[in-house]
């Protein structure tokens, strides 16, 4: 499975227009979506995910679900990302060896190459700028992307990504961004989505 390019990650469940938005902007071209959901419960997010799951699959999109195995398991998603407060490592890959794992390195390369040692499927990189889509987001130095050339699994960078700073990462040997509110707080979604699109294959990451 592809993992590069451009990298949906929802916003909080507040409605059926993220479903409605999410569908819009996977057919505009986005290569990979996570379900990340702080705020529904486990049985409304069981039945956000079916819908975004059918998507992803009507679309061959991969479909990836943050934070919980479960969820995953059961919504027969792709993969899940995981960062320093969720459920280990080592006890998702050997439960799940055959799906796709993201993981969450901050501003470490030292940690992104233990993750790749360890089978990591992808490494994030970040907060980068500032954003109010996560609260305990704590922002890196983006000189972290010098030291990436060791890491041979995709590096996506996230947090406050927008048209207005995306030349500063694209310059970098990432595989991707990862974006939330510059596409889903975006009267356009289809344009936005073309824009960033168009800036990755600029920098031929598509
Ligand atoms: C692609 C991607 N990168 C980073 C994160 C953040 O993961 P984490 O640090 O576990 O924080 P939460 O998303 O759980 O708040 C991510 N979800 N996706
Ligand atoms: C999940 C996550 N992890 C680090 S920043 C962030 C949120 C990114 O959202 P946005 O693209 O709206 O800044
Ligand atoms: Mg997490």
Redesign the pocket.
Known sequence: MKLKGLYL?TPDYSGDWIINATERAIKSGVDILQY?DKTSTFRDKLAIGKKLASICHDYSVPFIVDDDPVLMDMLGADGIHIGKDDVPFDYVKSKYPDHIIGV?TYGSIKDALLYQKLGADYVAF??FFP?K??DD?TICDIDVLKGIGPINIPVFV????SRENIDLVLKYGISGIA????IYSHNDIEDQVSYFKSKLIEYGKN
């Open positions: 990650v990340r969450s970040g907060s954003t889509t996560k987001a996230i947090g406050g990504i974006v939330v509110s510059a």
